[in-house]
């Protein structure tokens, strides 16, 4: 079945540091791959999304790339703040499904 | 307004009691969801309606029944409450065309005592 495995954390940076999260995942055809963000008692943000092979997403200074090759989609930023502090969540749909499957989450911490 | 609204965000009941969780969506998507978060923030599927329809259904116990009385509209009932079903419910929806994204509400924390 489908699945989705990204870096355990917690991960925790200085301020201005370089942010990866890794995320891998197994499916079958092309799944579309998206980043969600929780900030602390919120819910899901869509923060980035790719649909095909070498697409690149990004918002807010994170990016991501689409990595048939190697099924990855891992997340990066050149420079994190202390708020991005939050669980990122790395998920696929299967085409033709509306289901989401989201790796376990990583949480970020970023100290001033 | 609040894209993705889910009512209650807390809930503490009692094992063996029946609750309910409404969620309601103004943004016109034709699709609704409901997620379960457990304590250790893993999320999975539970449900999800496609214009009133039961389109996904996973392996969930039956004690779960999902109602959705329009489009706008999913609710989840939850008949004998067992101390495993404690866990954070995100409730979701999107526009049910292929790779749209979902939007989630801010969640309902479910405490079993």
């Known amino acids: 079945g489908n699945s989705v495995t990204q870096m355990e954390g917690p991960v925790t940076l200085s301020e201005e540091a370089f942010l990866t999260i890794n995320c891998t995942y197994t499916?079958?055809?092309?799944?579309?791959l998206f980043w969600y963000v929780q900030y602390p008692g919120e819910g899901l943000q869509l923060l980035l999304k790719?649909?095909?092979?070498?697409d690149k997403g990004s918002n807010k200074g994170f990016e991501a790339t689409y990595r048939k090759e190697t099924t990855s989609f891992h997340l990066e930023k050149g420079s994190v703040q202390v708020s991005d502090s939050a669980v990122y969540f790395c998920?696929?749909?299967?085409?033709?499904?509306?289901?989401?499957?989201f790796g376990k989450g990583t949480k970020l911490t970023v100290n001033p | 307004d609040t894209a993705v609204s889910q009512t209650p965000k807390y809930l503490v009941t009692q094992m063996g009691n029946d609750k309910s969780i409404k969620c309601e969506q103004n943004?016109?998507?034709?699709?609704m969801y409901w997620y379960k978060q457990d304590s250790k923030k893993f999320l999975k599927i539970m449900f999800s309606?496609?214009?009133?329809?039961?389109?996904i259904n996973e392996t969930v116990p039956n004690r779960f029944s999902p109602k959705s009385p329009d489009k706008a509209h999913l609710n989840l009932h939850i008949n004998s409450l067992e101390l495993g079903d404690s866990a954070v419910y995100f409730c979701?929806?999107?526009?049910?065309?292929?790779?749209?994204?979902?939007?989630f509400g801010d969640g309902t924390r479910l405490s079993i005592l």
């Open positions: 979701a929806s999107s526009q049910g065309r292929r790779n749209q994204p979902q939007h």
């Open positions: 499916a079958t055809g092309y799944p579309s």
């Open positions: 790719a649909t095909k092979a070498d």
């Open positions: 998920a696929l749909m299967q085409g033709g499904s509306e289901k989401l499957v």
């Open positions: 943004l016109g998507h034709d699709t």
């Open positions: 309606y496609n214009n009133k329809e039961l389109i």
